[in-house]
């Protein structure tokens, strides 16, 4: 029972990019190898009369848990420092040349983090000439609509109808959660 636990919360920290509940995926299978190898150790040294068994299974389930635990700290430090992702940066651009080059508006300065299971980005669109950001906005939530799920705006300014068409800055972070500066990313 522990075993099919702990490989469906390994399977799900994988899908949803969470290390937390790799973490707790890897804890109950090293719970359950322990119980194999002490019973596995206890069995082969009844039926063979080696008493070692018992001691080259403990060996084999130490091994396993250092592993696991290797992989689980340098996956954590890895989360815990930025590294450039040229084939998201190059998926994000693809995306935004897509949906910004048949409106006529220009990007630039992109920037993103992986958080886990989300994804901030941050970009400066400029918009042509004689759009309004209101009308940008509206279809941006048209554009939602019809399946960019996910995708939430920010940093419209709080009255789009009287500001005159400019750069404007727009980011798929929520507004409570503004994550610190990207160390070392340059904006284009």
């Known amino acids: 029972?522990?075993?099919?636990?702990?490989?469906?919360?390994?399977?799900?920290?994988?899908?949803?990019?969470?290390?937390?509940?790799?973490?707790?995926?890897?804890?109950?299978?090293?719970?359950?190898?322990?119980?194999?190898?002490?019973?596995?150790?206890?069995?082969?040294?009844?039926?063979?009369?080696?008493?070692?068994?018992?001691?080259?299974?403990?060996?084999?389930?130490?091994?396993?848990?250092?592993?696991?635990?290797?992989?689980?700290?340098?996956?954590?430090?890895?989360?815990?420092?930025?590294?450039?992702?040229?084939?998201?940066?190059?998926?994000?651009?693809?995306?935004?040349?897509?949906?910004?080059?048949?409106?006529?508006v220009a990007f630039h300065a992109l920037r993103f983090r992986s958080l886990g299971d989300a994804l901030w980005a941050d970009v400066h669109l400029t918009l042509p000439g004689k759009t309004l950001l209101r009308d940008a906005a509206r279809q941006g939530d048209r554009d939602r609509a019809r399946g960019q799920r996910g995708i939430r705006p920010v940093g419209l300014p709080d009255d789009p109808s009287s500001s005159p068409p400019r750069t404007t800055r727009k980011s798929t972070a929520k507004k409570c959660r503004e994550p610190p500066p990207l160390a070392g990313t340059a904006d284009d």
């Open 1 to 104: 029972m522990n075993g099919a636990l702990g490989w469906h919360l390994l399977r799900l920290g994988k899908r949803r990019n969470s290390i937390v509940l790799e973490a707790n995926g890897h804890h109950v299978l090293t719970d359950c190898y322990t119980s194999f190898g002490v019973a596995a150790g206890l069995v082969l040294a009844w039926l063979t009369g080696w008493k070692k068994w018992d001691a080259i299974c403990a060996i084999a389930v130490a091994g396993n848990m250092i592993w696991a635990a290797r992989s689980l700290l340098s996956r954590s430090i890895h989360g815990l420092m930025d590294h450039a992702d040229p084939a998201l940066r190059s998926r994000l651009e693809e995306i935004l040349a897509r949906s910004c080059g048949a409106r006529g």
